[in-house]
């Protein structure tokens, strides 16, 4: 069992210590990475106390009294804050997959009933409890890849009871004190009309409006509310009415938004003043613009481009360069990405969206704490923020995305507890 009670540690001699800043020295706010070789960072009471290079941290007298992490060779980081998973769900969908490859269209395949309607029923059947316990193993590879905090959404019950039960999933796992990563809970009821409302998509949009979001806030089961707003799933109408209402209930908005085509989503995004848009493969100019003028963070999940072997990815060089906010995450979910793997969607964002490794791990670790609403405490290693670091076995941060496909994570920390370290 984790132990909760105050840490503190001195971690010293890393090759590199990272983290992220937003810089607001550019013509845009931009999120920029400072590089400590030599570092070392001061944990008391859980939160970070201080960082620096070593020998300007082994004179602090504090550093006398606490325990001692030596990280000769290693990059010490933030842990990774994945702020877009479909977290809990039941099966897996590899002959979709086979199809895909075969030249079936993910749009063809969920319009024969395929796609999340698969993955529906397979929730629908299985039981509360069983949905916990894979939930729960997939939360420990999260922490094995570095992740420290993660979002989970529901969208795979698309009744009340369903999504109630994948809400309750989430609620467990955020109390279970044996699992030590932090999860931000979304409620996506409007991830799919379920098969009984295919011809009533009206009555489901009710349905969701009038009795599914006002439960989820008045048993605060979650803090936001996120829409698949995609012209074969919910329109921008539908969208807009959807997240309004999750809004005077109390929720902040996120959105998937312009994945397979566009249509507004990015735009609603904007207007609703949403904490993140995600996705984002087939915005335009004008998106770009919109979002760069926002506090809207884009989230970009290049990890479900891939899988679905796409090509097109989101234009994060545009993006960043327009200064916007911009935010890296899995997508982790059985359908179009199923990695916890943070580095490896690093690589592709190095790879395929032309992102530095600097703007890379800003983006994965401030930029999905901003697009959770958790950069007061969480995401940079900034003093007086919880202590959740991730340490990767190479001596330069570049190696982590370069070496792609891999797991470097040699020790991980949450709030100040080791809670693993290949070391030993
Ligand atoms: O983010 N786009 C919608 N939702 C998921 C896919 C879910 C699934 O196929 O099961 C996504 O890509
Ligand atoms: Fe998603």
Same mark, same amino acid.
């Given at each position: 069992m984790a132990d909760r009670s105050a840490q503190n540690l001195f971690i010293h001699n890393a090759a590199q210590v990272i983290t992220p800043a937003l810089s607001t020295s550019g013509p845009s706010p931009a999120l920029a990475l400072r590089v400590i070789e030599d570092g070392a960072v001061l944990i008391i009471d859980s939160k970070i106390a201080a960082l620096g290079p070593t020998r300007d941290l082994k004179s602090d007298p504090r550093v006398q009294h606490v325990p001692q992490l030596n990280c000769t060779d290693c990059v010490v980081a933030p842990g990774f804050v994945d702020s877009h998973t479909h977290l809990v769900f039941a099966g897996t969908r590899q002959l979709e997959y086979e199809k895909r490859i075969q030249g079936t269209s993910y749009e063809e395949i969920a319009a024969s009933g395929g796609g999340i309607q698969e993955t529906v029923r397979q929730v629908r059947r299985t039981s509360e409890d069983s949905l916990l316990e894979a939930a729960k193993q997939r939360c420990r590879e999260f922490l094995d890849h570095g992740t420290t905090t993660l979002e989970a959404k529901s969208g795979y019950g698309l009744d009340p009871d369903n999504e109630f039960k994948i809400l309750r999933v989430v609620r467990r796992l955020r109390e279970?004190?044996? +699992?030590p990563v932090e999860i931000v809970s979304t409620f996506l009821g409007a991830h799919e009309i379920p098969e009984e409302f295919q011809k009533d998509r009206r009555g489901y949009v009710n349905l969701i409006c009038s009795q599914m979001i006002p439960k989820v806030a008045q048993e605060n089961l979650a803090e936001f509310c996120d829409v698949f707003c995609e012209r074969t799933v919910f329109n921008l109408g539908e969208s807009r009415q959807i997240l309004l209402t999750a809004r005077q209930h109390g929720l902040k908005l996120k959105l998937h938004a312009d994945q397979l085509t566009r249509n507004g989503g990015a735009q609603l995004a904007v207007e609703l003043n949403a904490i993140s848009a995600d996705h984002?493969?087939?915005?335009?100019d004008r998106d770009v613009e919109a979002l760069s003028h926002s506090n809207v963070v884009a989230t970009l999940l290049p990890g479900a481009t891939f899988h679905l072997g796409k090509?097109?990815?989101?234009p994060a060089r545009k993006l960043i360069d327009s200064g916007a906010r911009v935010a890296l995450a899995?997508?982790?979910?059985?359908?179009t990405s199923p990695t916890v793997n943070m580095q490896m969607v690093l690589s592709l964002a190095c790879s395929q969206l032309h992102m530095s490794p600097a703007e890379a791990f800003a983006a994965a670790t401030l930029g999905g704490a901003m697009a959770l609403n958790r950069h007061g405490d969480r995401g940079? +290693?900034?003093?007086?923020?919880?202590?959740d670091l991730a340490i990767f076995d190479v001596p330069d941060y570049r190696l982590v995305p370069y070496h792609f496909g891999m797991n470097h994570v040699r020790a991980v920390i949450k709030d100040g507890q080791v809670l693993f370290d290949h070391w030993n």
């Amino acid at each position: 069992m984790a132990d909760r009670s105050a840490q503190n540690l001195f971690i010293h001699n890393a090759a590199q210590v990272i983290t992220p800043a937003l810089s607001t020295s550019g013509p845009s706010p931009a999120l920029a990475l400072r590089v400590i070789e030599d570092g070392a960072v001061l944990i008391i009471d859980s939160k970070i106390a201080a960082l620096g290079p070593t020998r300007d941290l082994k004179s602090d007298p504090r550093v006398q009294h606490v325990p001692q992490l030596n990280c000769t060779d290693c990059v010490v980081a933030p842990g990774f804050v994945d702020s877009h998973t479909h977290l809990v769900f039941a099966g897996t969908r590899q002959l979709e997959y086979e199809k895909r490859i075969q030249g079936t269209s993910y749009e063809e395949i969920a319009a024969s009933g395929g796609g999340i309607q698969e993955t529906v029923r397979q929730v629908r059947r299985t039981s509360e409890d069983s949905l916990l316990e894979a939930a729960k193993q997939r939360c420990r590879e999260f922490l094995d890849h570095g992740t420290t905090t993660l979002e989970a959404k529901s969208g795979y019950g698309l009744d009340p009871d369903n999504e109630f039960k994948i809400l309750r999933v989430v609620r467990r796992l955020r109390e279970d004190s044996t +699992l030590p990563v932090e999860i931000v809970s979304t409620f996506l009821g409007a991830h799919e009309i379920p098969e009984e409302f295919q011809k009533d998509r009206r009555g489901y949009v009710n349905l969701i409006c009038s009795q599914m979001i006002p439960k989820v806030a008045q048993e605060n089961l979650a803090e936001f509310c996120d829409v698949f707003c995609e012209r074969t799933v919910f329109n921008l109408g539908e969208s807009r009415q959807i997240l309004l209402t999750a809004r005077q209930h109390g929720l902040k908005l996120k959105l998937h938004a312009d994945q397979l085509t566009r249509n507004g989503g990015a735009q609603l995004a904007v207007e609703l003043n949403a904490i993140s848009a995600d996705h984002l493969e087939c915005i335009e100019d004008r998106d770009v613009e919109a979002l760069s003028h926002s506090n809207v963070v884009a989230t970009l999940l290049p990890g479900a481009t891939f899988h679905l072997g796409k090509g097109n990815y989101a234009p994060a060089r545009k993006l960043i360069d327009s200064g916007a906010r911009v935010a890296l995450a899995t997508d982790f979910n059985p359908g179009t990405s199923p990695t916890v793997n943070m580095q490896m969607v690093l690589s592709l964002a190095c790879s395929q969206l032309h992102m530095s490794p600097a703007e890379a791990f800003a983006a994965a670790t401030l930029g999905g704490a901003m697009a959770l609403n958790r950069h007061g405490d969480r995401g940079s +290693l900034d003093p007086g923020k919880a202590a959740d670091l991730a340490i990767f076995d190479v001596p330069d941060y570049r190696l982590v995305p370069y070496h792609f496909g891999m797991n470097h994570v040699r020790a991980v920390i949450k709030d100040g507890q080791v809670l693993f370290d290949h070391w030993n």
